[in-house]
């Protein structure tokens, strides 16, 4: 059975955390599934460590679509959540509100993600009321990251904090199932989570939203190119497959692959 809308409030409700890993082809995301993950999503992320790309901007409602189709085919238990991405929902409601329905329509996603507050709580609502769920994003939301100049911490000061704390407030009442709280600190996220009925998925955001988000290629040791100070790696995959390939190379330099027992 997949897991829904429903299961995501009462996972609130119950004060039971919420699992959630970015995926973006077939063998992670069926990884992701089958170790029993809650959400995935299919990040814009995928800009950067899928396309190699410096910053999350360029990717394409056609490039997420073709991936969140995939990620979609190779799951049967989460709920797969496709990231909007950049000047796909900003222009106007209207756009917003086709392209949303595209990654359900073409891709099979069971809900969309947009970064921002107060300036996009009209694409919100009018998606929402299309019914399609929607997660939102606030603090260091990285399609901003011209204007911000850098993927730094969020609401230190007071009027910012206020600000995130007011826009989440608009979030939920504008619709939204669930807000991703981005590099912001603990106690900001503690508040904001203990004042919305909406869970809060945290990522570097502290230990006490309702769950967690990571870039799976952060977590597996597999982006090599900066790693943020809240990202725990389990595992540093990029060496380990290195190590594989040039071991490779060098069995088939030295003729000791492919042996007997995998010739014919
Ligand atoms: O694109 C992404 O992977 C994200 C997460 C960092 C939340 O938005």
Do not use: W
Request: proline share 5%; charged share 25%.
């Amino acid at each position: 059975m997949r897991f829904t809308v429903v299961d995501l409030f009462n996972k609130k409700k119950q004060r039971q955390k919420i699992t959630m890993l970015t995926a973006y082809d077939y063998p992670f995301a069926h990884l992701v599934d089958e170790a029993g993950i809650d959400m995935i999503l299919v990040g814009d992320s995928l800009s950067m460590v899928i396309q190699g790309k410096e910053t999350t901007l360029p990717v394409t409602m056609d490039e997420m679509i073709y991936h969140t189709k995939i990620v979609v085919n190779a799951t049967k238990r989460a709920m797969v959540v496709a990231d909007m991405p950049f000047m796909s929902y900003q222009i106007s409601v209207q756009e917003a509100v086709r392209n949303a329905g595209r990654f359900v329509k073409e891709a099979g996603a069971h809900a969309v993600k947009l970064e921002g507050g107060r300036e996009i709580l009209p694409q919100i609502k009018a998606i929402t009321e299309s019914e399609i769920p929607v997660v939102g994003h606030l603090g260091l939301t990285p399609q901003a990251i011209l204007r911000m100049g850098g993927y730094r911490l969020q609401g230190k000061l007071p009027e910012q904090a206020n600000r995130i704390k007011e826009d989440a407030v608009s979030l939920q009442e504008a619709g939204a199932v669930a807000v991703v709280l981005e590099v912001i600190p603990s106690e900001l996220a503690k508040e904001i989570t203990e004042s919305l009925q909406i869970p809060t998925i945290g990522i570097g955001a502290g230990p006490y939203c309702d769950g967690q988000v990571l870039v799976i290629h952060d977590l597996l040791g597999l982006f090599e190119k900066f790693t943020p100070k809240f990202v725990k790696r389990y595992i540093n995959l990029r060496e380990e497959v290195l190590n594989a390939i040039k071991q490779y190379k060098e069995e088939v330099e030295k003729g000791i692959f492919p042996g007997p027992e995998h010739s014919f």
